[in-house]
C-alpha cells in the first residue's frame, strides 16, 4: 500500500506537467525535496512536494485526514518583467490546482478537490540576492480515511 500523501502530490504532479504553460519552458517535477541549483533556474521551475498530513478523529473507526501537498514554483529573474511573469504563472498553478481538472490523471480513493489552497509570493524574501523569484503554493485535500488495519 502506497502513501495517500506520495500518490497525491504524483497525481498533482502528473496533472500539472500536462498543462500548457504561458512561458514555454516551464518544467513541472514531483520531488521529495526542493533542492535546485539556482544556475538551473535561468528558466521556470514547478516542483510537487509532500507535505503533511493532519488527522482529526471523527469516529471511533475513521479520521478526517487534511493532507497537504506544497507546489514551488521559481525562477531566476533579473528584471521586473521577469517577476511579472512570474507572478501570472504562480496564478495559473494556483488556478489549476484549484480547478482540479486533469484528464487523464488517476487519484487516490476519496481524494477530490482541494479543501483549501494558499500562495505566499517570495517568502521571506530568499534568495532574493541571487534573483530568484519564488512562490509556493500549498493545497490541502481532506479525505476521511478508516482506522481499520487490513
Known amino acids: 500500500m502506497s502513501s495517500v500523501l506520495r500518490s497525491i502530490a504524483d497525481s498533482l504532479a502528473a496533472g500539472l506537467q500536462s498543462v500548457t504553460w504561458a512561458i ?81 490523471v488517476t487519484w487516490p480513493a476519496g481524494v477530490t478537490s482541494p479543501q483549501a489552497v494558499s500562495i505566499d509570493l517570495n517568502p521571506d524574501d530568499a534568495l532574493a540576492e541571487r534573483n530568484v523569484w519564488r512562490a509556493v503554493i500549498t493545497a490541502t485535500y481532506r479525505v476521511f480515511e478508516s482506522n481499520v488495519l487490513p
Open 24 to 104: 514555454p519552458s516551464t518544467t513541472v517535477e514531483r520531488r521529495n525535496w526542493v533542492n535546485v541549483d539556482v544556475d538551473a533556474m535561468s528558466v521556470p521551475q514547478v516542483f510537487v512536494v509532500p507535505g503533511s498530513a493532519d488527522m482529526t478523529r471523527v469516529s471511533r473507526t475513521h479520521m478526517q485526514i487534511d493532507y497537504t501537498v506544497n507546489v514551488f514554483v521559481g525562477r531566476q529573474a533579473h528584471a521586473d518583467s521577469d517577476v511579472d511573469l512570474m507572478m501570472d504563472l504562480a496564478d495559473s498553478v494556483s488556478l489549476q490546482v484549484r480547478a482540479h481538472y486533469f484528464q487523464g
